[in-house]
């Protein structure tokens, strides 16, 4: 049977991508949906706004370490290099999972770069190069920021029952924060490469 004219232009027609579309948000940022999943809507509306909030500065945090890795300079450059690109791999970790828990408590976690640039409470560094000492410094105070706010959104989340953000807050942001805070502090302490004083 032979296949008539307008067929193969049907089937074209669904072959070509369809661009440019627009619809309305389906869930606007700042609204909650409610899933089943025992927590009131207030708690799961407070650990989200808590959660976006540690968001934006843990991958604030990230990009200093990624930034540093890339501007990084000097006698330490191979060991810091390494270093930076490490922990950026760890805290591009805690985004993904920190997201996903906002998302998981009913609500939309920030995600491009100016609304991270709005949000975040770490202050911004310069374009340009810094020497490692600086670098380090930047880094052990973002790391500061990150665990004073972390601390004290895990005993709110504990104080409301929500148990599964205290976790995630205290089993992996905080203890992987403490963690590179020494092996970061470690590079800053003065002392002789060679002949000991």
């Avoid at 000097?74 to 922990?87: C, R, S, V």
Wanted: charged content about 25%; some cysteine.
């Amino acid at each position: 049977m032979a296949k008539r004219p307008n067929e193969d232009e049907n089937a074209l027609r669904r072959a070509e991508p369809m661009l440019h579309q627009q619809a309305h948000e389906t869930q606007p940022y700042g609204q909650l949906i409610k899933l089943p999943i025992a927590l009131s809507e207030n708690v799961c509306r407070e650990s989200v706004e808590n959660l976006n909030q540690l968001l934006a500065d843990v991958i604030t945090l990230r990009d200093l370490y990624k930034k540093h890795h890339w501007q990084a300079s000097g006698p330490t450059f191979y060991q810091l290099h390494l270093l930076f690109d490490k922990h950026y791999e760890e805290q591009n970790e805690l985004v993904d999972a920190i997201a996903e828990r906002i998302q998981l408590l009913g609500g939309v976690s920030l995600a491009m770069a100016h609304d991270i640039a709005e949000t975040t409470l770490i202050p911004r560094p310069p374009r340009g190069r810094e020497q490692a000492p600086v670098q380090i410094s930047r880094l052990l105070h973002a790391h500061e920021i990150v665990l004073e706010e972390s601390r004290a959104m895990a005993r709110v989340a504990a104080e409301r029952g929500d148990e599964g953000t205290n976790d995630l807050v205290v089993s992996s942001v905080i203890r992987q924060n403490e963690l590179q805070v020494w092996f970061v502090a470690e590079h800053a302490v003065d002392t002789p490469l060679v002949r000991a004083v």
